[in-house]
Nanobody, 123 residues
């Protein structure tokens, strides 16, 4: 059974930093592209960032470029999202996901999902 478990969310002030982690089990993690999505109530889940299985391809949504950094440790089956200079607009539930295809910002490309971790940025 595949499991993806996010951690690291919390409440921070505008301009502060957080690092999210997602640990996967039950799949060959090193063969999957993995990504982060976020969602706020009443809105579609949007792709934030993605990293290919060899970590040679990265994708970032425009609003986080220069502030967020995605990385992975295949030996630990773990995906990270380092978030700096956080803004209230970054407030959302953050989900990690795994795709058996190319790195993508499209929700439909992903096979497995975590349950999410809440990030709240206060102004």
């Amino acid at each position: 059974q595949v499991q993806m478990v996010e951690s690291g969310g919390g409440l921070v002030q505008d301009g502060e930093s957080l690092t999210l982690a997602c640990t996967a089990s039950g799949l060959h993690f090193n063969l999957y592209s993995v990504g982060w999505f976020r969602q706020t109530p009443g809105k579609e889940r949007e792709g934030v960032s993605c990293i290919s299985w060899r970590a040679d391809t990265h994708y970032y949504i425009d609003s986080v470029k220069g502030r967020f950094t995605i990385s992975r440790d295949n030996a630990k089956n773990t995906l990270y999202l380092q978030m700096t200079d956080l803004e209230p607009e970054d407030t959302a539930m953050y989900y990690c996901a795994a795709a058996d295809g190319l790195c993508s910002g499209s929700r439909g490309s992903y096979n497995y999902w975590g349950q999410g971790t809440q990030v709240t940025v206060s102004s």
